[in-house]
């Protein structure tokens, strides 16, 4: 019996479908990965971010004339956001009072106003225990104080043409800027925070009032602790919320309550307001989108050719072991083997050949229109 002359080609072919076999694996793992991956970050919502709370307060006894604005304008720079608290008085007389700050908006560096001499910069003094009674033990904790005091205040304008343009009135203004102890925005992030997600979330200080008093209701506060005396909000203020350097190719999702203008996001009324949003990178969503395209498709044709070479190997065990081991049975009447009478038989051999080329020209001709798209927007 004549050894087959074929068995080192034999072993090639299987050597072969082994290297094409590992490949087509690593390549569907890999696009399992990161189609799961790009998945989840197209799609996931990050919670809001722990808002502070911001409020005027003056003493009780002291007179309402005077009409007063509590101003927060901030810009998040990367992890950290920057606010700038301003109380903005005018009227008849004279105005003292107290601005508050507590929670995450409390500043862990303050920048100093180019405007005013140092000695007359305003002062942060911390109060380590605030606590006032309002129907029950109100206890606030550790608060900033900033002293406001304008012994030369602007008249307040006509207050038809203040309705009218739909702005505030203006006047004398002191207040401080700093960086808040807390990001105001937050985005989702992958594991250990190694990459983020084009949806981000806005949570603004609570302007105008303090935690556990309602929204529309006025009275005395009588202070337990961290100060003396009884206390009051204003009789007559103005708040307004502006949340500088959102990218105009961002989205607003959602706005709660309904901002007056999108840039910048924008909130004023009579009455204490705490804003929350939703937002949406979009051209950082439409990116992550068209490589979820490519993952997807390149799972299909590696998942779809890795089948194919799997169930040829399962089928064909006994006729390579015999090819390479003791060769095949000699023949009395050998036939010998002919080309197939069609070229399509030949092509026939590669399951789904011709149907993964296309799909591939496809998806990489529809990839590269929406990349193209994307950059145009």
């Given at each position: 019996m004549k050894p087959v002359r074929g068995g080192k080609r034999g072993t090639a072919r299987r050597r072969g479908?082994?290297?094409?076999?590992?490949?087509?694996?690593?390549?569907?793992?890999?696009s399992i990965a990161g189609y799961v991956a790009l998945s989840f970050t197209v799609n996931g919502l990050p919670t809001y971010p722990p808002a502070g709370w911001i409020a005027v307060l003056q003493p009780a006894t002291a007179p309402n004339a005077d009409i007063v604005q509590l101003l927060?304008?901030?810009?998040?720079?990367?992890?950290?956001?920057?606010?700038?608290?301003d109380v903005v008085v005018c009227g008849p007389q004279p105005y003292t009072g107290d601005l508050l700050i507590g929670g995450s908006a409390q500043l862990t560096a303050t920048q100093p106003d180019p405007l005013l001499p140092s000695s007359q910069a305003p002062r942060i003094q911390r109060i380590p225990d605030l606590v006032f009674y309002f129907g029950s033990v109100i206890d606030l904790g550790t608060v900033h104080l900033v002293r406001i005091s304008l012994p030369d205040v602007t008249a307040c304008p006509p207050a038809d043409a203040v309705q009218s343009a739909g702005i505030l009135p203006g006047g004398s203004a002191e207040?401080?800027?700093?960086?808040?102890?807390?990001?105001?925005?937050?985005?989702?992030?992958?594991?250990?925070?190694?990459?983020?997600?084009?949806?981000?979330t806005q949570a603004w200080p609570l302007t105008g009032t303090f935690p556990g008093i309602p929204a529309n209701v006025l009275g005395d506060y009588p202070a337990i602790s961290g100060l003396s005396g009884s206390w009051s909000r204003p009789l007559q203020e103005?708040?307004?919320?502006?949340?500088?350097?959102?990218?105009?190719?961002?989205?607003?999702?959602?706005a709660v309550p309904a901002a007056s203008g999108p840039y910048p996001l924008t909130w004023q009324g009579r009455t204490p307001v705490s804003p929350v949003v939703r937002l949406t990178d979009n051209s950082s969503?439409?990116?992550?989108?068209?490589?979820?395209?490519?993952?997807?498709?390149?799972?299909?044709?590696?998942?779809?050719?890795?089948?194919?070479?799997?169930?040829?190997?399962?089928?064909?065990?006994?006729?390579?072991?015999?090819?390479?081991?003791?060769?095949?049975?000699?023949?009395?009447?050998?036939?010998?083997e002919r080309a197939p009478a069609h070229p399509e038989a030949a092509r026939a051999r590669v399951p789904g050949g011709r149907l993964a080329l296309a799909v591939t020209v496809i998806v990489i001709g529809y990839a590269r229109s929406r990349l193209a798209r994307s950059r145009h927007r």
């Open positions: 479908r082994r290297t094409a076999a590992v490949v087509t694996g690593v390549v569907t793992m890999t927060v304008q901030a810009r998040t720079q990367g992890g950290q956001t920057r606010a700038a608290y207040g401080i800027t700093g960086v808040t102890s807390g990001p105001v925005q937050q985005s989702w992030a992958g594991p250990w925070g190694l990459w983020h997600g084009p949806h981000a103005y708040v307004k919320v502006t949340a500088d350097a959102v990218p105009v190719t961002w989205s607003v999702d959602s969503m439409a990116l992550l989108q068209n490589w979820v395209i490519i993952f997807a498709v390149a799972f299909g044709i590696a998942g779809s050719l890795l089948a194919s070479l799997l169930f040829e190997w399962l089928r064909r065990p006994y006729l390579d072991d015999t090819a390479v081991g003791e060769g095949r049975p000699p023949q009395r009447n050998p036939v010998p």
